[in-house]
């Protein structure tokens, strides 16, 4: 059974930044394309970004974090970091990393159409003064 953990979430003023991690158990997250969505109170679901596995190392982001979010993997770690600078209010969520379905769907239709398999039950970020 996938299972993923999210850890790295906080509180952080406007204009701060936090570094979210994804966890593994049992099985290496570099045999698939992960994502990170986030989930407001009384919003829906959104994707945040994506990065391809090994084999197929692509990444993306929706404009809502292009520019200010920059994901990351280490596979010696088996970890994939989600770095989240210029935080601003409306980023408030809890945040969830992922399995993508594949590769393929580490995209803009991937993201916006909420390609996971599996995910974690997320870590909350805070952003206010």
């Known amino acids: 059974q996938v299972q993923l953990t999210e850890s790295g979430g906080g509180l952080v003023e406007p204009g701060g930044s936090l570094r979210l991690s994804c966890a593994p158990s049992?099985?290496?997250?570099?045999?698939?394309?992960i994502g990170w969505f986030r989930q407001a109170a009384g919003k829906e679901r959104e994707g945040v970004a994506c990065?391809?596995?090994?084999?197929?190392?692509?990444?993306y982001y929706l404009d809502s974090s292009k520019g200010r979010f920059t994901i990351s993997r280490d596979d010696a770690k088996n970890l994939v970091y989600l770095q989240m600078d210029g935080l601003k209010s409306e980023d408030t969520a809890g945040y969830h990393c992922?399995?993508?379905?594949?590769?393929?769907?580490?995209?803009?239709?991937?993201?916006?159409?909420?390609?996971?398999?599996?995910w974690g039950q997320g870590t909350q970020v805070n952003v206010s003064s």
């Open positions: 992922g399995t993508i379905v594949s590769d393929n769907f580490c995209s803009d239709y991937g993201l916006r159409n909420f390609a996971f398999g599996s």
């Open positions: 049992g099985f290496a997250l570099a045999d698939y394309a």
């Open positions: 990065i391809g596995s090994t084999s197929d190392p692509r990444t």
